[in-house]
Structures are given as structure tokens and as C-alpha cells.
């Protein structure tokens, strides 16, 4: 299991009503070339790497099937557990990165 936070400034990536409960959004960090999703689950907002960490690492995990923390990958059906990040079933072996994530003044903030 990785857990990744980073020590990079928090930044604003879209507005915090963007995110309905039980939903996965996909923002790109052009600076840092970087795919990374954000869910709310219970009100609670979770930031992770949006690419799956499979063999071919091009599946979306904001396009996969979120039920509760548990995210399944659309292509290959990985399952990771979105609060930590680790896999709960393969293919993938590889945990994903999860980041510092919260709703500051009505906008998503993620230090990444």
C-alpha cells in the first residue's frame, strides 16, 4: 500500500458543487502532466491518481464503478479502495497514489 502526499502548496482544480456524492471527476495538472480524480463518497472527498496501474496504465479510473470507497477499473477490472489507495483486486498490483484533498471556500483543493 503507497500513500503519497506531497509537499507541493494546495491548488484550486474546479469548484466544490462539481462533485456530487458518489461521483468520480477527473481533473489535469498541465504544469505536472498529471491525470488525478477526486470523489465524494458520504460528503467526503478522496484524490487519487486517474490512471489505473495495470499493465498498459491508460484506463481511466473516473470512468470505473464507484460503490462506496471501492473503485473498479472499466478496462480490466482492478478494484482499489479509493481512501488508501491499495488494490483490492487484481490485475493490477500496484496501489495508487492518494492525495491531500478538501473543499476550501466552495472550490476542490489538492495538494499534488
Request: contains cysteine; aromatic residues 6%.
Amino acid at each position: 500500500m503507497t500513500t503519497e502526499l506531497a509537499a507541493e502548496a494546495l491548488r484550486t482544480v474546479g469548484p466544490g458543487d462539481a462533485i456530487p456524492n458518489d461521483f468520480v471527476v477527473p481533473y489535469y495538472l498541465d504544469d505536472l502532466k498529471r491525470r488525478i480524480s477526486v470523489a465524494r463518497v458520504a460528503g467526503r472527498l478522496y484524490a487519487f491518481d486517474d490512471l489505473c496501474t495495470c499493465a498498459d496504465r491508460s484506463c481511466p479510473l473516473s470512468g470505473g464503478l464507484l460503490t462506496g470507497t471501492t473503485l473498479m477499473c472499466q478496462c480490466h477490472g482492478s478494484r482499489f479502495d479509493i481512501t488508501t489507495g491499495a488494490v483490492i483486486n487484481g490485475p493490477a498490483t500496484k496501489a495508487l497514489h492518494v492525495y491531500e484533498v478538501q473543499d476550501v471556500d466552495g472550490g476542490i483543493q489538492i495538494r499534488a
